[in-house]
């Protein structure tokens, strides 16, 4: 399959000189193309706004008039080295030195040892055998031919730690038993096990038979609800259930109100329902964690309404709860040397100052403010502070989140693997998922083996828990959608569905404000400009959840209305050149990516020469923004009839071992020259064409090479740290 591509207004006899300096031998100076048809709007900007850009474009050596010299003609000379396209840091991904966190050792943390469970005495000693050594797959199939009476399943139901298990035991005797008649205990185990097992249809069934029964709903079991109800959006029915609780109930869990607004956070990115839901709390007098404080906090400074933020900071100042506003001074926080001087100073202060919960939430925020700023060898040392095995397994689980955020699979598995091994750490299923998270979003060109692996990792083991977790992987690779662990639905087979406005206002209609990756897919598949134009509008109304000046958001907002409304008069290069310097700071590889297309589409070399030359001085944050940079760059020297600079790259990147192509990189590179050669107009274009196929066919086998021996050197990897993660697993199973 070849790629159209649209040359614009070349003039037909324009020389392309310079063609024999790439590996390919044939090509002289004087190479023309085809005059190929053209009709854009903007065809004009290249000639009217030339002006624009001279003064931004590096200087380029003229070429010499070989007509007036007595010499004889020269083979064109080799590009001099300020025009030859220096990658050399584009093609460092950007990531943070999470390898600090693998260095010196983890003190071992003192923690309190579990209790062993009891084993029913109903179990014959060989079935109670398996209880013990937590054989639930084996212990399973045995109790088949057992008929157990109603009290018999709730004893090994309340006993069991498996929630696998129990709940295969509940769907064996779901009709043979009348759940409703059996004891409250065993209706909020049957609650966590429905919840634990994704079955949210059977949990609003067993809750409403459950609050028939009891007139103060167990924290735990009233917690799962508002969970259930919020991920199944049903946010209406959540907020109902919550309002009437608070105000009905003498005594609340502060446990209930965090779980609540982290939740409300996930599902709705509507600031309103968590200020309401404090609000009401703490006017029924019930007690509040420092830590749902602190987010509350985060929620309103951040996303909340003038009048929001006013409530809350006097609120905190009516219940002395100032020592809050440290995070104000993480904030403020911006470069390294700051949060250095932060650290050494008053970090050590403020630690002195908190008590142990407010310290514990105090070193949270701080690791992810170092994180934010790249001080990763700080964020380790707060790491070391931990008071606690509690506090440090909290913390820890921050600094995985960040690893995982930053695409490093290896160090994430590495430091699972050291501080099991240096300081105790049980294994947790969610350690293994979100594993696989980090590596399919690091390497998605080898998605689909990575996933196959780990699923048959999982599957190998006799584990029901273990085998659950292959089912939510495989549904998340069919959809998708990463969700958390406790997120997925078993038996969800919904395809994912492209945001729309009519959708958006639906959801907002049940309290479900969109977050802004759902504004940003839902301009980018905008079909009209009325469409457009109202999800503006929601944008500049809500500009704590999007703000249109941000550079790629505002890039994207004109380019659609360039696209979708033919009055639109405003020059698109006038436009991305004044983004280019306002914003020269934070503007990503993607976004001169995607202005190096436009360069490409409306051709206009002033421009993209501006482009280039910013956009090879950024580090990209990922494979896949590299891979789009080096295709726009090389799409852009074929445009302008420099095929000897688009084989100079090819070059180099033959000569980057780490450089990971993917199979449709390969393909499109390949398409785009052949389709240049294919548009050749010269004398013995021929011959010229079979050279550079020749040398397509060569550095595309070259860079398979480099794909599969980098996809190797991956896939091993992955075999070592599954393996060495197995034999961890099989020891705190024992």
Request: charged share 30%; hydrophobic share 35%; glycine share 4%.
């Amino acid at each position: 399959m070849r790629v159209e591509l649209d040359w614009g207004q070349l003039e037909r006899d324009k020389p392309v000189t310079n063609m024999n300096q790439g590996g390919v031998a044939g090509f002289r100076p004087g190479l023309r193309l085809k005059t190929i048809s053209h009709d854009h709007d903007d065809r004009h900007e290249q000639h009217a706004n030339n002006d624009v850009y001279k003064e931004l474009a590096p200087n380029e050596p003229q070429p010499q008039n070989q007509e007036l010299s007595n010499d004889p003609p020269q083979e064109p000379e080799s590009m001099p080295q300020s025009e030859r396209p220096d990658l050399s840091r584009l093609l460092r991904i950007s990531r943070r030195p999470m390898e600090v966190f693998l260095r010196g050792k983890y003190k071992q943390q003192s923690c309190q040892k579990h209790s062993e469970r009891p084993v029913p005495d109903f179990l014959p000693p060989d079935m109670a055998q398996l209880f013990r050594t937590k054989q639930y797959a084996e212990l399973y199939r045995r109790l088949e031919s057992v008929s157990l009476t109603p009290l018999e399943l709730e004893q090994l139901l309340l006993m069991s730690g498996n929630y696998t298990f129990i709940y295969k035991m509940v769907q064996r005797f779901r009709n043979v038993f009348d759940y409703a008649g059996l004891s409250i205990a065993f209706l909020e185990r049957l609650l966590l096990v429905l919840y634990m097992n994704f079955d949210y249809t059977e949990f609003e069934r067993i809750f409403s038979i459950y609050l028939s029964r009891v007139d103060d709903p167990d924290p735990d079991a009233f917690r799962l609800a508002l969970r259930v109800y919020l991920r199944t959006e049903n946010v209406s029915v959540a907020t109902q259930i919550f309002n009437q609780t608070v105000m009905s109930c003498r005594e609340l869990s502060a446990d209930i109100l965090d779980s609540y607004l982290k939740d409300l956070q996930q599902t709705t990115s509507n600031p309103s329902l968590c200020y309401m839901a404090y609000r009401l709390w703490h006017s029924r007098g019930h007690s509040i964690h420092f830590r749902t404080r602190v987010l509350i906090c985060k929620i309103m400074m951040r996303h909340g309404t003038r009048e929001q933020e006013k409530w809350v900071i006097q609120h905190m100042e009516d219940t002395k709860s100032h020592k809050v506003w440290f995070l104000d001074e993480l904030d403020e926080i911006e470069t390294g040397r700051q949060a250095r001087e932060y650290i050494s100073t008053v970090y050590v202060e403020w630690v002195e100052r908190l008590e142990p919960e407010e310290c514990e939430c105090f070193r949270k925020e701080c690791i992810d403010m170092l994180m934010r700023v790249g001080e990763v060898s700080l964020a380790r040392r707060v790491l070391e502070d931990a008071a606690s095995d509690a506090e440090f397994k909290n913390l820890l689980r921050r600094v995985l989140w960040w690893i995982q955020r930053d695409g490093q699979p290896e160090v994430y598995a590495e430091l699972l693997l050291k501080v099991a091994r240096e300081a105790g750490l049980e294994f947790q299923e969610d350690y293994f998922y979100n594993l696989w998270k980090t590596y399919v979003a690091a390497y998605p060109m080898i998605r689909t083996p990575i996933t196959r692996r780990f699923v048959q990792e999982l599957e190998s083991s006799d584990n029901f828990s273990l085998q659950r977790l292959a089912h939510v992987i495989r549904l998340d690779e069919k959809t998708g959608k990463h969700r958390l662990l406790r997120r997925s639905i078993v038996g969800d087979r919904a395809e994912p569905v492209l945001p729309r406005m009519k959708a958006i206002d639906s959801r907002m209609r049940n309290g479900i404000w969109p977050h802004k990756g759902i504004l940003t897919t839902a301009l980018k598949t905008s079909r009209s400009i009325e469409e457009v134009e109202q999800l503006v509008s929601f944008i500049r109304s809500n500009p704590k959840i999007a703000s249109l000046d941000e550079p790629s958001l505002k890039m994207l907002v004109f380019l659609k209305r360039k696209t979708l409304s033919p009055k639109f008069r405003l020059g698109t290069f006038k436009f991305l050149s004044s983004i280019v310097e306002g914003y020269r700071d934070s503007l990503t590889v993607s976004d001169y990516t995607n202005m190096l297309l436009d360069a490409v589409k409306f051709h206009n070399r002033e421009f993209g020469m501006v482009v280039m030359d910013r956009m090879t001085g950024v580090s990209p944050r990922s494979n896949t923004e590299l891979l789009r940079a080096v295709y726009a760059i090389i799409k852009f020297y074929l445009e302008q009839g420099r095929l000897d600079l688009a084989i100079d790259i090819l070059e180099q990147l033959k000569k980057d071992k780490t450089f990971y192509p993917t199979d449709l990189f390969m393909r499109n590179t390949k398409s785009i020259c052949e389709l240049y050669a294919h548009n050749l107009d010269v004398q013995d274009s021929d011959e010229i064409r079979q050279n550079l196929v020749i040398y397509l066919e060569h550095t595309i086998n070259v860079l398979r090479n480099q794909y599969d021996h980098v996809s190797t050197q991956h896939m091993r990897k992955l075999d070592e740290y599954l393996e060495k993660i197995g034999r961890w697993r099989e020891l705190v199973q024992r």
